[in-house]
């Protein structure tokens, strides 16, 4: 069997997708009660907007974007928390939620007594954080615009960019979450995620980063994020964002692939 066809094994059919809705369903019922819950993970970035966007863009005033386009601090620190609130999103629910479901609660042995299968949850569960992200990412463009930080109708494309920024998070996430084994384990979810928060071009250019440190900046998939929300928000589009695209939307089928052999794994044997 070649590399392909083993891989297509785990890759979602539309049958496939139609009963990974249930889980999704699921997910949407449980929540019902803890809206509030829900959306927590929104006002997070929008307090970093309104205290280093605004408050110390006060005293920056302009940066340069590493396109060559000067402009105020806030509207350059906007589009890269959106991209965090995408990745907010995704990373909540496919790791720490993930992980109670599967380790403590049992749902997904409960839910394998069903015509549901493994890849189904799989697929269910990254949708499901895939959704939360582009959620937070909308309600954050909708505070950007109305704090008078969007210009560009490319701004439209953010929300759309943003589920492959939760489809590469949620389901590298998901992937991560499934070879753990205590909460412990979640210190390393952290160390990756608030460095690639501080340091993926979020709050200064690429090229202030010393040159021996921009490549490893450069292969953080946040980086790839901030700067497709960055280059639409701003209305700087070019050819050179499929790249960016390309490379999120590979992180999230080997995430999708990864995870679905795991869960086989894990529930079957």
Known sequence: MTAVARAARFVPSPAGIGLARYVV?????????????????????????????VGLGALVRTVTTDSGTV???????????????AMNGAIADSTYNVFFKLRYQRLYDAILATPVGPRDIAVGEILWSLMRGALYSAMFLAVAWVAGLVHSWWAL?????????????????MFATTFMSSWQHFDYITLAV????????????????????????????????????????????????????????????????????????????
């Open 71 to 85: 402009v105020p601090y806030a509207e350059f620190v906007a589009p890269a928390l959106l991209a965090a609130s």
């Open 157 to 173: 494309l953010a929300v759309p960019a943003a589920l492959l920024v939760g489809l590469a998070f949620g389901a590298v996430g």
């Open 194 to 269: 608030q460095p690639m928060f501080l340091f993926s071009a979020t709050f200064f250019p690429l090229s202030t980063y010393p040159e021996a440190l921009q490549w490893l900046v450069a292969a953080t998939p946040l980086y790839h994020g901030v700067a497709l929300e960055r280059s639409l928000v701003l209305g700087e589009v070019s050819w050179g964002l499929l790249w960016h695209v390309g490379y999120l939307a590979a992180l999230g089928v080997v995430g999708v692939v990864g995870t679905s052999r795991r869960i086989a794994t894990l529930l079957l044997t």
């Open 25 to 53: 369903l699921r997910n949407v019922t449980a929540f019902r009660r803890a809206w509030l819950l829900l959306l927590s993970g929104f006002v997070e970035p929008v307090f970093y907007l309104f205290s280093i966007g």
